[in-house]
């Protein structure tokens, strides 16, 4: 016998209820052993590609006989369809038979057909490969005349210097300015010759490209115009019977626009479907079945929180006259914690941050480390670098724009030296590495990070196991470079360990904290020029 909880989950951070487990195992058994999907999800090996796993969600209702059930839904499509049986439907079908977006997909792929066709024939290629031989031999010629001139230029100059206060030097000095003023006659000739070859053979590039543009032009307008009607199908509930369309719930937001996909994740179908059918919604899970993607950290049969590009604003409607669980990550702020001073001078402070304590203030209304400090000071401070929130550990306060200058000079220069100690789930079975994945900021889903190898920036971790105990590894990190959320993707990430830390709530499973701790730092006092150390040891 299950208690119900007493208020609906928050979807942004959550620890699974027992209702939703029970629901999420039921739902598990029922997708091994589901006979319609038309998609490989790369459990037990690797399937090129970046979309082969797939979101899961569960939403635990209860019906006017007080009956307690689930419904089920995925993120997206599977395979090629939206519809399956068991499963929750998309808010708006727009991938059935016949449907607008069906149409408008056929046209927009019969342009990318013309598109593709004018692209590979014939006489297009035979266009650009003329024109770019045209532009090659005008280069040669042009080049050689050039060389043949400067060449006569010096010998007419050697000619003028034997000739001097000779009988006849008035004639010949006539003779080379003529030659000369022929030879520059004759380039600009050559120069016209070839643009007027460069230009018709250009016309004829210009005839096919052309054609092209205007098939890409039309392509655009019918690619936005489809996505506008998408849009005005995304109408959405919430408990209190008020609907919104997808548009007028972003027009409030950053982008002020909805991203491509909002309202295609799990969640929102759950929630439209039980206000339809008149569920009460008692609590909500979502969890990663399958490969992960390669730049993401998923790991099959994990719980994660909805995203917050697409979902927060559609969930913050559809939410509304609901009875939500406050934000978590709110509750653990470290109210009734202080940051301890572990050396200070006059140039500088050496603090150890408690965990779940913002550095720097924040959009949460929180106290941070600097605002706490800085009222205790009459003169401004510098935050010399910073935390992630969850982090505990050491961090520097500059007492002047100076120090503070002298020491990000030495970030910079990479000569401070820091040390982390992290619990990881799960063995890691090497000593010690190297990881070097670079990372960028998910725009889908901020503040986490993403692995991306095409745009990301360089992030370099040297790590070494400390001890291995049961189903845990405790690891030393040495940062080289200080990316946001580093060191918790390079030990989370497929490529990285594959051991996410402890209590992480963005790419793990949370706890009653990160187990993630600045326990040393060495650095040169931009005073005395003495070489300092600090050392705080954490308190997991």
Request: proline fraction near 5%; hydrophobic fraction near 35%.
């Amino acid at each position: 016998m299950y208690t119900l909880p007493k208020q609906f989950t928050y979807p942004f951070c959550y620890t699974p209820h027992n209702l939703c487990i029970e629901a999420i195992k039921q739902l598990q058994n029922v997708i091994t052993s589901y006979s319609h999907w038309n998609h490989d999800f790369g459990i037990d090996h690797f399937v090129e590609g970046s979309n082969v796993g797939k979101m899961f969600g569960v939403l635990v209702v209860q019906n006017s006989a007080h009956e307690i059930g689930f419904l089920a839904a995925f993120s997206g499509k599977i395979g090629e369809s939206q519809v399956y049986p068991h499963f929750v439907p998309p808010i708006s079908n727009i991938m059935e038979s016949g449907s607008f977006y069906r149409t408008g997909e056929d046209e927009l792929k019969h342009i990318n057909d013309a598109i593709y066709t004018i692209q590979q024939s014939v006489e297009y290629t035979r266009a650009i490969q003329e024109y770019t031989t045209i532009c090659k031999q005008a280069e040669l010629e042009l080049a050689a005349k050039k060389q043949e001139i400067a060449n006569n230029k010096l010998q007419r100059k050697a000619i003028r210097k034997t000739i001097a206060q000779t009988h006849d030097e008035e004639i010949i000095l006539q003779q080379l300015a003529k030659q000369s003023s022929n030879e520059h006659f004759a380039y600009k000739q050559l120069l016209a010759f070839w643009n007027k070859r460069k230009e018709e053979a250009q016309k004829h590039v210009d005839f096919f490209e052309i054609q092209i543009q205007k098939l890409k032009e039309e392509r655009k307008r019918k690619s936005a115009a489809l996505q506008q009607q998408i849009f005005d199908t995304y109408n959405f509930l919430n408990a209190r019977g008020e609907t919104a369309n997808v548009r007028e719930i972003f027009a409030h937001t950053e982008v002020g626009v909805p991203p491509a996909g909002a309202g295609d994740c799990a969640a929102p179908k759950l929630l439209q479907h039980a206000y339809m059918h008149a569920y009460k919604p008692i609590a909500m899970a979502e969890f990663w079945w399958g490969q992960s993607p390669k730049s993401e950290i998923r790991k099959h049969l994990h719980t994660y929180p909805s995203c917050k590009a697409k979902c927060e604003p559609i969930l913050g409607f559809m939410m509304q006259g609901l009875d939500v669980e406050p934000n978590p990550i709110l509750q653990k702020l470290a109210k009734h914690k202080v940051p301890e001073i572990v050396y200070e001078d006059d140039a500088l402070l050496v603090i150890n941050k408690p965990a779940d304590m913002l550095s720097v203030p924040g959009k949460i209304e929180a106290e941070s480390v600097y605002t706490y400090f800085q009222t205790q000071y009459d003169f401004p401070l510098y935050m010399v670098h910073r935390l992630d929130m969850s982090t505990s550990g050491i961090l520097i306060i500059a007492k002047s724009l100076e120090v503070f200058t002298a020491l990000q000079e030495q970030f910079t220069l990479r000569t401070i030296r820091k040390q982390y100690v992290a619990i990881v789930e799960g063995i890691v079975a090497q000593d010690s590495g190297t990881i070097q994945l670079p990372l960028r900021v998910d725009l889908d889903n901020r503040p986490s990070q993403i692995v991306c190898f095409a745009h990301g920036k360089p992030a370099i971790t040297t790590w070494k196991v400390v001890e291995r105990m049961h189903n845990a590894t405790r690891i030393h990190l040495y940062p080289h470079t200080g990316r946001t959320h580093q060191l918790r993707v390079h030990c989370a990430h497929s490529q990285g360990l594959h051991c996410p830390i402890r209590g992480d709530e963005l790419y793990g499973t949370p706890a009653e904290r990160l187990y993630l701790h600045a326990q040393y730092i060495h650095f040169e006092h931009p005073i005395t020029k003495k070489k300092m150390s600090f050392t705080v040891k954490a308190e997991f």
